[in-house]
């Protein structure tokens, strides 16, 4: 079986599907691509099923090498690519010849350029996905230099001629579309404007599980505990500290802070992109409730 070497990983390297939806019941996370859309791109570019396992490297300094030819493509973040000392094609298919050095550069923009194989990439499966999830430590362990991951058998031929654009992060603030979650009613009339109409900072504080945002400190009515409840993927939670979290691919399955927004499933894949410094701002409907 055709195999992928891995030479270096740069901050993190994770093998992603679309992860394990339906098994949260059991305290199972989702897990999963953090940007399923650019995951899907490359796939789609390549012929490969749309949830076929690629590579999902966190600002760049991945490299890798193919123990026979291999048809591969890059998507997400765009980043600059050589093989060996030639200029690789972002967002697009490109042959790469056996022992050729594939080596990414830090992405201009974005978080996660997501690399993709013809045939999709093997690894350790737990509920039926090989999906990483480095919190709960279920699915393929991070890559180390050294990693070598089984290529699968392609299905259906590359999209002749196609090529997508990367993501981009840059400039206004990224507006996401969101409605107003279970506990919105904990949020003062002020704190929920602040929500609503403020341009929020992404913090240093993100990961796989969350984005942290800095702005307002969003007062709450009560700081009664609440129970642990079930939250979601683009769940909008507010701590005890006042500033919102954003869950993303790996968050927990229950939380006990009051979640007071859900962003939409689909634009998730949109703040898995932000990087510290960049700019947001919640698509919600307006309040009309007093400013206590």
Partial sequence: MAELEVLAVGPQALVEDLGRPGVAHLGVPASGAADRASLAQGNRLLGNPSGAAGIEVLLGGFACRADSPVLLALTGAPVAATLDDEPAPFGTPFAVRRGQRLTLSIPEH????????????????????????????????????????????????????????GVDTAGAPIE????????????TGRA??????????????????????????????????????????????????????????????????????VVADRDTDRLAQLRPGDRLRLRLRPVSWSTD
Wanted: aromatic share 4%.
């Fill in 110 to 165: 974005g978080m996660r350029t997501y690399l993709c194989v013809r045939g999709g990439l093997g690894g350790t499966r737990h509920f039926g996905s090989v999906a990483a999830d480095p919190t709960s430590g279920l699915g393929t362990p991070p890559l180390a230099p050294g990693d070598r991951l089984p290529i699968g058998t392609a299905s259906d031929e590359p999209t002749a001629g196609l090529a997508v654009a």
């Fill in 192 to 261: 929920a404007r602040q929500l609503a109409e403020g341009v929020w900072t992404v913090s240093p504080q993100l990961d796989r599980v969350g984005i942290r945002l800095d702005g307002a400190t969003l007062s709450l009515r009560s700081d009664e505990q609440l129970s642990s409840e079930g939250v979601v993927r683009g769940a909008v939670q507010v701590p005890p500290s006042g500033a919102p979290v954003i869950f993303l691919a790996d968050h927990p399955t229950t939380g006990g802070y009051p979640v007071v927004a």
């Fill in 176 to 187: 996401v579309r969101a409605t107003w979650g279970p506990r919105q009613d904990r949020l």
